[in-house]
Nanobody, 121 residues
Framework: QVQLVESGGDLVQPGGSLRLSCAAS????????MGWYRQAPGKERELVAT???????NYADSVKGRFTNSRDNAKNTVYLLMNNLKPEDTAVYYC???????????????WGQGTQVTVSS
């Protein structure tokens, strides 16, 4: 019954900003990591940013210095603040989480439904 719900995708001009949100709900014992992937039409899905429960982050080289990944552990929510957006950032952005549902269970991979980010003038 674990579910990831995303929001925040929009049409924005180059240089603009957006903040994406993703909330995990359902049967959750712990969340090892949460993050974001994106997929442009005809391209492979690629990692954008991840964050662990201890707030350790990593970013794709293409977004370093522009995007900031953060989380609210109490709310099981991850945020992606995207600044100085570029046309090449246009993609469907997917929330991802590695979630342990029960004590002594193994982590399972979950995906959100995706939210469209379009950067265009």
């Amino acid at each position: 019954q674990v579910q990831l719900v995303e929001s925040g995708g929009d049409l924005v001009q180059p240089g603009g900003s957006l903040r994406l949100s993703c909330a995990a709900s359902g049967s959750i014992f712990s969340i090892n990591s949460m993050g974001w992937y994106r997929q442009a039409p005809g391209k492979e899905r690629e990692l954008v940013a991840t964050i662990t429960s201890g707030d350790s982050t990593n970013y794709a080289d293409s977004v370093k210095g522009r995007f900031t990944n953060s989380r609210d552990n109490a709310k099981n929510t991850v945020y992606l603040l995207m600044n100085n957006l570029k046309p090449e950032d246009t993609a469907v952005y997917y929330c991802n989480a590695q979630i342990v549902r029960r004590y002594r269970d193994y982590p399972r991979n979950y995906w959100g439904q995706g939210t469209q980010v379009t950067v265009s003038s």
